[in-house]
């Protein structure tokens, strides 16, 4: 890796990728900045999301009552 200081990661290639989409069909289907912009957006929180995990202890803390 050439900037190992950036520890980048495949699901950061999977966003970058998926942001390079947007930008794409933003500039084939001539979207507004606006249009690109909530696209982006809507990528990021969705991985965002995707990155979440459940806290295990809480989700069972009531069986073991």
Do not use: H, N, Q
Not at 17 to 33: A, D, E, G
């Amino acid at each position: 890796m050439f900037y190992s200081y950036l520890k980048l990661g495949p699901r950061d290639g999977v966003m970058l990728i998926s942001v390079i989409i947007m930008l794409v069909l933003t500039l084939i289907f001539k979207w507004s900045v606006w249009e690109f912009s909530l696209s982006v957006i809507a990528v990021i929180i969705a991985f965002l999301a995707g990155r979440m995990k459940p806290d295990e202890k809480k989700v069972l803390a009531f069986l073991k009552k």
